[in-house]
């Protein structure tokens, strides 16, 4: 759930997965995140300063071309200037944007995306189905898309339409095209989005576009931009207001130095923290172990204490925000050390002096984790910590990054900690197919994959059934135990906006709404 709060920052010790500071990272591979600091209730007396002006950053050594863009700086002001097919909500569902409507032919495996008419770049030159079958074929080849569209085997254009198919069933694919749509210029690329890029040298400034083809009254006419290239700089600048808003991984890991009176709103997001299975060799082999393990993690604990309550529990592979949390099943996966004893019972071990153990030797896990990141280090030893007070031995390595990879490649682990951002259909493909992206456990299960097909294949209102067949399978034959999913967070000088109502890749959604100060 979204949560809006007060408050002083004062050192923020933590990594800032900054949106500002880095690109978006869609493909299913581990990502790096870090460490909590402290925060305090801020002084209700206490004066507060606002900016000039609602001032964004951008990086003037970087393009603003969004498909290449590397860059999470010149994306938050590039969330002004482009507009995708499709926009996520804030419960991670698309929503239609540049695209009217569309149908779906199974059979040929073939989308038909209607483009909304009306619409303009902000030279006035009318969007065209070329315009957005050029930009789709661009991004299946760039590194900030290419993941996420591997499973896209053509896009052509018709008359208003474009047409994508695909080499695999994927009824979701709507929820991966949030790309941005742009007109080639050979230079900076045009937009549909409601500002342009105006100015030259240190005077660069978004400006409203009269013709955008919403026909909204926006916020502002003009939002100055400030050349920031650091991220010490950028901290700097919000520090003394010269800039209005970040967005920050509150649980991240660099040393921010925020000082002053802010407000926060945290918006869900598809990175999981979960525990990983070796289901080739060990223990773990078994099913029921592996259903025990997911009744003896404190999933709560761990989203509320190192990650200061900017996550949600979840024990299910989808974000609780997504209207496919079926939260019925995730109450019977809670954590519950109790109901730990009956399956390991059943996979043949007896507890003696607290201690679970078979024909004389303990229950022994060996646990791995990154060691660059202290507050995903403490997680891992929360969750070890739950093991062990429920009766087996964990032995925890913590490991350099290089060290924990190479662990996981050669499958010298029963657990293993691991974060990934998941695509925004939530498709889990990397985790299930033998030789997948993330099955560094071995699981191999066909029961498993034809539901993943399955759920792949339903359409709409449709996929609720299949996903939750899917999600109650793998509880029975779980490939990993979901931790929770964490969430990220808007800061702004505190009464600075109101209706702030930020969504994953788009912190501006609703900006209309919004009311400047």
Known sequence: MTKTKRIQILCLLGAVALLLSGCWTEAPVESANGLLGDQEPVDQQEEVILPAAFTLPYDPDQTLDPVTCADGMQQVAGSLIYEGLFRLDRQLEPQPWLCQSYTYDAASLTYTFTLRSGVTFSDGSPLTAADAAATLRRAKSSQRYSARLAHVAAVSAGDGVVIVTLSRPDSSLPALLDIPIVKETGGVPLGTGPYVLAGTGENLALEARSDWWQGKALPRDTIPLRAIQEADDLIHAFDTRDIALVSTDLTGTNALGFSGSFAAVDYPTSTMLYVGFNTADGPCRSAQVRQALLRGFDRAAVSTAQFSRHAQPAALPVSPASPLYDEALAQTLDYAPQAMEPLLTAAGYTRADGVWQKEGRPLALTFVAPNNNADRLAAAETLAANLTDA???????????????????????????????????????????????????KYSDAGALNRLSAFRAAVGQWRTEPARQLYEYLAGQPPFAVICFKNWSVLTQWSRIDGLTPAQQNIFHQFSDWKIT
Not at 399 to 413: E, K, P
Not at 422 to 437: E, K, M, N, Q
């Open 391 to 441: 009766g087996l031995e964990v032995e925890l390595r913590a490991l350099a990054w290089d060290d924990y990879l190479q662990a996981l490649t050669a499958g010298s682990f029963d657990l293993y900690l691991g974060e990934v951002r998941l695509t925004a259909d939530f498709d889990l493909t990397a985790f299930l197919t033998p030789g997948g992206a993330l099955n560094y456990g």
